[in-house]
């Protein structure tokens, strides 16, 4: 017995040493510091590994009044809404565990006046699939039931609306469910929700800043106040008059963050319902389960809840790592779960978005600006004709990949040049679009003087142009895109793929004295090898994914090196073509 003791603790010790070398506190707080310094979120989160409270931070401010700004702190208290359900939950099965009830056990034992009563089962309320009619989000003026307090009333009022289906048929979101649910809670504690919660979680948990009900909370002065973004944090004035959730089982309770995992690795520590009983919860395939929903991260299944009616807040367990996150916000810039995964990659080591510097954006857009200035003081045929035009290129090319080199050091161990792609540096920036953009910008400004090369050569061959016009969409395509990024990537390739078609035939009737230039024929000899090297590795992605995985950020850059070079040939290809042509014309005359 001894031996498997000190086996355990030996895994645990090496799990939890193995996490800590992954786990970088100075990268969470860079990346909130970065939200913060952007007045892109406002909140509070914690972090629990095996139990014990690894990180905990707050940014933004807790309310303002004018100038009177104070700021949140890691004790600040939010509204948690929704995620009030699952405390629901505990508590039903708790009572279940006590023999009170079942999950068997019919609506109508309870209030026999509901529609279908005699059908809905604790389980269907539980899991959503009672098909009661949703109080808050099924009308567009939601039903008020601030100042009643008779659930009788609550009941009458619910009971004359249609029911949305029959009990058990789908899963649809309902509050009702959850208020129902308090209300029996209440009904065999022979209590009110608050001091059963106090009761049945909070004293189990040791949860000393979990409170619930109006009067409450509104005796408790350090809770953040919700703020909105409009050049400057705005108050919010709907949510302080929404009150519906503020007294009932569906969206009461008001906590921080730091007792949000308390609770919730007591739930996964079997302190507070057995170990059939939280089976139970997790039981089945559906997203949502019995009071829990379920989220994932690569292979890593996590277990909560969400809530939300302007400020938001989010609570989830990794059983797999033991790790539990509780993030709350009251001012909402960037999405909650779009911040969430950030986080998440950061504790797995992974690369991860973060804000980039504005006074670097704004160098970026004067730096474009400046390039358009002077190209626009040159005239478009000399520019096309000159040599400028290929050190424009070659100095656009060059610059680009030198730039994605240093952003990618800025990052450390964070980012690989080998394994990340080049896009991947976007979502270091909050999806700016920067490296996409400036790719299909590089591509546009070295088409357009090949254009004007190609076309100068088919006058002067009296070739018919109209091979070229499918040419002219490139540079505007890519322009476009640069200036407006389409999300989809595999779009971007795909326009690649239609370019480099539309290419082949164009050079075989036009640049048909290869012969005479020798030395490019060279450089256009190792552009072609560097993408056809690449695109055989990403065709062969499904063949070798590690392979590809693991090389992904150096086919790609084989890729669009190739790609920007081949260009950069071209012109250089047609522009001395067009010489030797000019050359021709003056000897025939």
């Not at 790719?439 to 070229?468: D, G, H, M």
Request: charged share 20%.
């Amino acid at each position: 017995m001894k031996l498997k003791t000190i086996i355990f603790a030996t895994l645990v010790l090496i799990s939890s040493l193995s996490f800590s070398q992954n786990f970088k506190k100075s990268k969470l707080d860079d990346f909130f510091n970065s939200l913060e310094k952007r007045n892109e979120a406002m909140g509070s989160i914690a972090i629990s590994k095996n139990g014990k409270l690894i990180y905990s931070k707050a940014i933004g401010y807790k309310t303002i009044e004018g100038e009177n700004r104070i700021n949140a702190t890691t004790d600040t208290h939010y509204r948690i809404w929704s995620i009030t359900k699952t405390y629901t939950t505990v508590m039903i099965f708790q009572l279940i565990e006590e023999g009170k009830l079942s999950l068997e056990t019919t609506l109508d034992t309870f209030y026999p006046v509901l529609p279908n009563a005699e059908r809905i089962t604790i389980e269907h309320m539980l899991s959503h699939k009672s098909g009661l009619f949703d109080y808050v989000n099924d009308t567009d003026k939601e039903i008020s039931l601030h100042g009643i307090s008779s659930k009788d009333t609550v009941a009458t009022i619910i009971s004359k609306l249609k029911p949305n289906f029959k009990p058990g048929e789908q899963f649809r979101y309902s509050n009702t469910n959850y208020l129902f649910l308090g209300y029996i809670i209440e009904l065999l504690d022979k209590s009110t929700y608050e001091i059963a919660l106090s009761k049945r979680i909070s004293a189990k948990a040791n949860l000393n800043n979990t409170h619930f009900g109006t009067e409450t909370i509104s005796k408790i002065n350090n809770v953040a106040e919700t703020y909105q973004f409009d050049n400057n944090w705005e108050t919010v004035s709907g949510e302080a008059n929404y009150t519906n959730h503020l007294a009932t089982g569906d969206g009461g309770i008001v906590s921080t963050m730091e007792d949000m995992t308390l609770f919730i690795d007591a739930l996964f520590d079997e302190k507070l319902v057995s170990k059939k009983s939280l089976n139970k919860m997790l039981e089945g395939e559906d997203f949502y389960r019995l009071g829990l929903m379920k989220t994932q991260f690569e292979n890593s299944e996590g277990f909560g809840h969400t809530g939300g009616w302007i400020s938001e807040s989010s609570l989830f367990h990794y059983p797999k790592e033991n790790l539990s996150i509780a993030y709350a916000t009251n001012g909402i810039v960037i999405r909650k779960e779009d911040i969430l995964n950030d986080v998440l990659k950061i504790i797995h080591g992974k690369p991860f978005a973060i804000s980039m510097n504005r006074n670097i954006q704004a160098l970026l857009i004067f730096g474009i600006g400046l390039l358009f200035f002077l190209l626009g003081k040159l005239k478009f045929s000399d520019y096309a004709n000159t040599k400028y035009s290929l050190y424009v290129g070659y100095i656009i090319v060059l610059l680009f990949w030198f730039g994605t080199i240093i952003s990618g050091f800025l990052y450390g161990n964070n980012y690989s040049h080998i394994r990340d792609g080049i896009p991947l540096l976007d979502s270091f920036y909050s999806g700016s679009g920067t490296f996409n953009s400036s790719i299909q910008f590089t591509i546009a400004l070295l088409f357009i003087p090949f254009i004007y090369n190609t076309y100068q050569i088919c006058k002067q061959q009296s070739i018919n142009v109209l091979p070229l016009i499918p040419l002219i969409f490139i540079p505007i395509h890519m322009l476009g895109s640069s200036l407006f990024p389409f999300p989809n990537q595999l779009f971007f390739i795909f326009t690649n793929c239609i370019i480099l078609s539309i290419l082949a035939p164009i050079l075989t009737i036009i640049l048909w004295r290869a012969k005479m230039l020798s030395k490019i024929r060279k450089q256009a000899v190792i552009s072609l090898f560097l993408m056809l090297i690449s695109i055989g590795f990403i065709m062969s992605r499904s063949s070798f994914p590690e392979f590809v995985h693991a090389y992904w950020g150096l086919i790609q850059r084989l890729l669009f090196l190739g790609w920007t070079s081949w260009i950069v040939f071209l012109n250089l290809y047609s522009k001395k073509a067009a010489k030797l042509d000019n050359k021709s014309n003056v000897a025939n005359k």
